[in-house]
């Protein structure tokens, strides 16, 4: 039976180590959010040039998980058990979202599962700080602002937390069973 995982955390918590390791254990196909995000960038050069990284992010947003669900479902169309890493930072924290995000895979037969990756905001600082990336170069010029707006918010959905400080290899060993 194909499986379909959704990882889900803030920036710099973890997720993509995590979506690995579980990918790797599980045979999974990763579906990243941050995938097409070059493409999105030069598709938009000019509106993320007038609104600076975080409003373009944001305002981009909706048209990301779309194409996010699109690749989704076309290797889910393939036959593949798939994995889907990004935010879901509104969807988890609505239950009518979540299902109409969920709701292609449901239809297919798919009994998709949360995953929710959450460090303390010390550690994402330090990780935001060491990572470098250029889509944080605005956090970054307002760090303790940026965290003090982006506060931890446990989702509202069903979802199996996740400690982003943990060895996920031994994390996901310890799930192969329980998934």
Known sequence: MQEVFFVSGQAASGKSQFTKELAAARGLT?????????????????????????????QVGPERYEDLIVRALSEFNQGKSIVLEAPFSKQIADQQLWDALVEPFVKLGATPKLFWVNVSPDVRRARLISRGEERDREKLEKIDEYLAQNPTKIPVVTHVAVDGNSDFKKYVEALKDNV
């Open 30 to 58: 990763i579906v990243d959010f941050d995938d097409t995000l070059q493409k999105t960038i030069e598709k938009h050069s000019v509106l993320l040039a007038e609104i600076g990284m975080e409003k373009f992010l944001a």
